[in-house]
């Protein structure tokens, strides 16, 4: 079974940093993309930032500058640092996966439970 556990959530002030973390575990051949994605109260799932197992990113416009996605191959991590927060960044943040369970398997996601990051004076 597969899961993915984040870390890192809190409570922030505007303008300060938060560094998120999120692993995974369980059985499977190899892991393709990984990510974040954050859902604020009564507004839609969004992607904040995703990379690839080779290493390249993609980040939504609101985020560009400020936060920096990386993974750590070897321990089938992804991490997300936030800098520069704002009020408009809370939301509950997860962490997602792209894998295959086993040689030759399609590809599957996986998604982790979540971490609350409050961004608030």
């Known amino acids: 079974q597969v899961q993915l556990v984040e870390s890192g959530g809190g409570l922030v002030q505007p303008g300060g940093s938060l560094r998120l973390s999120c692993a995974a575990s369980?059985?499977?051949?190899?892991?393709?993309?990984m990510g974040w994605y954050r859902q604020a109260p009564g507004k839609a799932r969004e992607l904040v930032a995703v990379v690839t197992s080779g290493g390249s990113t993609n980040y939504a416009d609101s985020v560009k500058g400020r936060f920096t996605i990386s993974r750590d191959n070897a321990k089938n991590m992804v991490y997300l640092q936030m800098n520069s927060l704002k009020p408009e960044d809370t939301a509950v943040y997860c962490c997602?996966?792209?894998?295959?369970?086993?040689?030759?398997?399609?590809?599957?996601?996986?998604w982790g439970q979540g971490t609350q990051v409050t961004v608030s004076s």
């Open positions: 997602n996966a792209e894998l295959r369970l086993h040689l030759g398997a399609r590809l599957s996601r996986y």
């Open positions: 369980g059985s499977f051949f190899s892991i393709n993309t």
